[in-house]
């Protein structure tokens, strides 16, 4: 597929993890997009609740089809069915079935268990403190990097009870031996997770040093780097705005 014909795909976004997740797939396969950007009150207006009554990032605009499409997940799909035809973040359920669901039970993984874990966090160490809360969410946020690394350090459940006579083999990369959506998803909240969780986050370097070894090795990916820097300027725009937004909802 040709892209520069495309028109530009908008992203409906906010500078939280989630909505980066499309624009790092977008960007992985060269499809022009630009974010707007709104705080999470501003997601409760009126005319963002026209386009998602949900209230909620990301809403994925996209003029070259006519799509308008809400979730995370759902718009991760469709990314990859509508520009990845040649399967380069991603495999082809006709000649890799097995690859191919076995990324999206990954990505799906993200969706359900990473995302929620830190978020619940967040909102409870600081829009909604509750310390009993709190501490679950801590202990939740440890089970989804124990199971990233069992995956990464034993090469995944399949291989690692299987008699095979040899010790299990570790792998660089969730699905299929190479870096794809299924790994490319978690980037956005781990590399938040120091910044969500302060003095509580876990010693992933030490305790998950698998996991550690698998995001560095996307962090030094181009085109991680320029949506980090995004993110970057995201929050030096709607920073100081988003912070007056949560101290005003504490009072």
Same mark, same amino acid.
């Given at each position: 597929?040709?892209? *520069? ?22 960007? *992985? ?27 909620? *990032? ?36 006709? *000649? ?156």
């Amino acid at each position: 597929m040709s892209t *520069s014909t495309l028109k530009t795909v908008t992203i409906h976004s906010h500078p939280g993890p989630n909505p980066w997740k499309s624009a790092l797939l977008l960007t *992985s396969l060269g499809i022009p997009y630009r974010s707007i950007l709104r705080t999470t009150s501003e997601l409760k207006t009126p005319s963002f609740l026209a386009i998602n009554r949900n209230g909620l *990032s990301p809403v994925l605009s996209d003029p070259n089809t006519g799509l308008l499409l809400a979730e995370s997940g759902a718009i991760q799909d469709y990314i990859l069915d509508r520009y990845d035809p040649q399967h380069r973040i991603s495999f082809s359920p006709a *000649s890799q079935l097995k690859e191919a669901y076995a990324a999206k039970q990954w990505m799906y993984f993200q969706v359900t268990t990473q995302g929620p874990a830190l978020q619940k966090y967040f909102r409870h160490a600081n829009v909604v403190p509750i310390d009993a809360v709190k501490a679950d969410a801590v202990g939740n946020v440890r089970h989804f990097l124990d199971v990233l690394e069992h995956e990464l350090s034993t090469g995944g459940t399949a291989t690692a009870t299987t008699s095979t006579g040899g010790a299990p083999k570790p792998k660089d990369w969730l699905v299929g031996g190479r870096c794809t959506a299924a790994d490319l998803v978690f980037v956005p909240f781990h590399s938040q997770i120091a910044n969500i969780m302060g003095s509580d986050c876990p010693d992933v370097e030490r305790d998950f040093p698998h996991v550690d070894a698998w995001m560095k090795r996307m962090m030094e990916m181009d085109a991680v780097q320029k949506v980090r820097g995004e993110i970057m300027e995201a929050f030096k725009e709607l920073g100081p705005r988003m912070a007056a937004e949560a101290e005003a909802a504490k009072k």
